[in-house]
């Protein structure tokens, strides 16, 4: 009887908060909800993949040197390393500059490559940026492994994490965000392919002696 009872009352307040009329005042609507007092930034997160006809190791190498990004990242006007890797060679400190119509921002960032990850075949590249005035967060990682069935291409994955220290820049990034991931990893792809032409045109030690 009083499951009975409060099964009565549950429903009947159901059913007074579904037809209760909602008043709505016309001069409360904010860009992007930015007027909520409780409106809190969010981390976004973005996973993309691509199969890339090329040998690992060699969208590793164009990923790992983060000196030549300017060269084929559109809007990235500069890029540079500040400190290697003894060992390797390969970017331990490095930044690059972004430039669109008035906007022109650096990034530094601390960079981890490493190769035969667990003792297999893959290739991982993670750039955090240290500090920036735009972000409190600005992470990527690219995973890099053999295709499973197709022999010299490789499967790519890009990890990208972000959030905006502003909440407008984080609500307007919802526009952009995978258009630019996408935009990123097909100008890696293309700089692969190029890296490969040029492995074959670089003329052998024997042509060379000759």
């Given at each position: 009887?009083?499951?009975?009872?409060?099964?009565?009352?549950?429903?009947?307040?159901?059913?007074?908060?579904v037809f209760k009329p909602i008043v709505r005042s016309p001069f409360k609507r904010h860009f992007f909800g930015l007027g909520a007092t409780?409106?809190?930034?969010?981390?976004?997160?973005?996973?993309l993949?691509?199969?890339?006809?090329?040998?690992?190791?060699?969208?590793?190498?164009?990923?790992?040197?983060?000196?030549?990004?300017?060269?084929?990242?559109?809007?990235?006007?500069?890029s540079f390393v500040d400190k290697r890797n003894p060992v390797d060679k390969k970017p331990v400190i490095a930044g690059l500059r972004v430039g669109f119509k008035q906007y022109?921002?650096?990034?530094?960032?601390?960079?981890?490559c490493k190769e035969k990850v667990?003792?297999?075949?893959?290739?991982?590249?993670?750039?955090?940026?240290?500090?920036?005035?735009?972000?409190?967060?600005l992470y990527s990682k690219w995973t890099i492994m053999p295709h499973p069935?197709?022999?010299?291409?490789?499967?790519?994955?890009l990890l990208l994490r972000f959030k905006f220290k502003s909440r407008i820049y984080?609500?307007?990034?919802?526009?952009?965000?995978?258009t630019v991931t996408e935009l990123v990893m097909n100008a890696f792809a293309k700089r692969a392919y190029h890296l490969v032409r040029l492995a074959m045109l670089k003329p052998t030690s024997k042509e060379s002696s000759s």
């Open positions: 009887m009083v499951l009975r009872e409060g099964c009565l009352q549950t429903s009947t307040l159901f059913r007074k908060a409780n409106h809190v930034i969010r981390e976004q997160r973005y996973v993949r691509k199969t890339i006809n090329t040998h690992p190791s060699t969208i590793y190498a164009a990923v790992s040197e983060v000196s030549e990004y300017k060269e084929f990242i559109p809007y990235c006007v500069d022109d921002e650096e990034f530094i960032c601390n960079v981890t667990n003792g297999d075949d893959i290739y991982t590249v993670v750039a955090e940026t240290v500090s920036h005035n735009l972000f409190h967060l069935t197709r022999p010299n291409a490789a499967m790519v994955e984080n609500s307007v990034s919802l526009l952009f965000a995978k």
